[in-house]
């Protein structure tokens, strides 16, 4: 009955458009005094001491990086080198779009803040240049989901703490997966654009103009090979990776591009304490909510229910990721892995599952409810780059999902993809 009243609580105040960081906190609150089987500091505590971790340090330094980066002519420099490799192709600014969203992907670990540096350059461009704006936008959506797949990824971050699982080795995990995701989007481009008649630059590629293009980069590429070398090759962990990004990052922008600007950073700061602080309410509201599931042995009792189903490891995956693409639909990414990673984690290990390949199908599944309404977070940054409206978004974005989908099932049925380099 406890278990009832939190959900019922929490999916009455998401109704009421209550910011989910606050659902999760009052609807705890609400079923704690409900049952009166805890103190009333029980929330108090648990915010505290569910942000007290070193590893969780790497999310607000990712974020500042990410933030200085898009400010400091980066995301620019990073479209000059795909569009010199594949401009001139047949959709070649869609296929130099998602490369770029690569690119900025294994800087920013963030898939709306991708959408967001990448999507006010490339947006405008491919419409000049003849594609169509839905198309342009869904494009963009849908690759800047990237940004939580291709590490370093802040949902991943979030994974190894409450999973307990090294976060290094996440993000080596999540190298093929996010690069078979982008390749998957670049061929659907291809083939869309073909089909449409969007060519490319007549201009032909040069291995002149790619140096040019790369040299100019050179300061920007550099930054992926900094983070995760470093990280992959010890020197240091990702939260201090994190912070040498945002050292990096502003050396960067001041100095060597000069598009970043002493006046700039007041508001660069802000903007990047205003997402750690939601992120951060997200991670302590939804740790406490989690604790009381446990608590209660809602865990227990869902794998319980779902290994009664079947005995069959396929049925029972194929389940999660059901549930994981319905969660994403509704719930922040942050948020659904902090509450379900002790809930399905148990039930992954138990049919066989590597607790890392199991991290990496949780951050797919989830990365696709950024492009799934009614939630889809990239959706509504699109749309307000675009000015189209959610609903012709959510329609010109289906094939994405489609193809997303297909490349889960590939990682799913195929572990030796995320695990190759472990």
């Given amino acids: 009955m406890v278990a009832v009243v939190l959900f019922v609580t929490f999916a009455v105040f998401l109704l009421l458009s209550v910011p989910i960081g606050v659902a999760l906190g009052l609807s705890t609150l609400v079923t704690i005094v409900y049952s009166g089987s805890l103190p009333l500091d029980f929330l108090a505590k648990e915010l505290i001491t569910s942000v007290d971790s070193f590893p969780l340090m790497a999310v607000p330094f990712f974020i500042l990086a990410g933030e200085i980066m898009g400010k400091g002519g980066i995301s ?103 690069l078979l995701v982008g390749f998957a989007l670049i061929v659907y481009a291809y083939f869309y654009s073909k089909k449409m008649g969007y060519t490319g630059l007549k201009e032909k590629t040069s291995l002149a103009n790619i140096a040019r293009s790369t040299w100019d980069a050179k300061w920007a590429l550099l930054i992926p090979v900094i983070i995760l ?103 922040d990414t942050l948020a659904a892995i902090i509450i379900l990673t002790p809930i399905l984690l148990p039930i992954a290990t138990n049919i066989g599952y590597d607790p890392i390949h199991f991290g990496i199908i949780m951050v797919l599944n989830l990365a696709i409810g950024f492009i799934t309404p009614p939630l889809g977070v990239n959706l509504f940054v699109g749309s307000g780059i675009s000015g189209l409206s959610i609903e012709a978004l959510s329609k010109a974005i289906i094939p994405f999902f489609l193809v997303m989908l297909f490349t889960l099932f590939i990682v799913i049925f195929l572990p030796q993809i995320s695990l190759i380099f472990l």
């Fill in 76 to 178: 620019d420099r990073l479209f000059r080198v795909a569009n010199s490799l594949v401009g001139n192709k047949t959709g070649g600014f869609a296929i130099a779009t998602i490369i770029t969203c690569m690119f900025f992907a294994a800087i920013s670990g963030s898939a709306p803040a991708t959408v967001a540096a990448i999507g006010g350059i490339m947006i405008p461009a491919m419409v000049k240049q003849g594609y169509d704006k839905r198309f342009a936008t869904a494009v963009v959506c849908a690759a800047g989901s990237l940004g939580v797949i291709i590490p370093p990824s802040i949902p991943m971050v979030i994974y190894g703490v409450v999973g307990s699982v090294s976060i290094a080795n996440m993000f080596i995990a999540g190298i093929l997966p996010g």
């Fill in 229 to 331: 070398g470093g990280i992959y090759g010890g020197i240091f962990t990702p939260t201090e990776a994190a912070v040498i990004a945002v050292v990096y990052g502003l050396i960067a922008g001041l100095f060597f591009y000069r598009e970043l600007k002493i006046k700039d950073l007041p508001s660069v700061f802000a903007n990047s304490a205003l997402t750690t602080a939601t992120i951060l309410i997200i991670v302590g509201t939804a740790t406490a909510f989690g604790r009381l599931l446990t608590i209660e042995q809602v865990p227990n009792q869902v794998a319980e229910a779902m290994l009664s189903i079947s005995e069959s490891p396929i049925v029972i995956i194929l389940l999660i990721t059901l549930l994981l693409l319905i969660v994403g639909c509704f719930m």
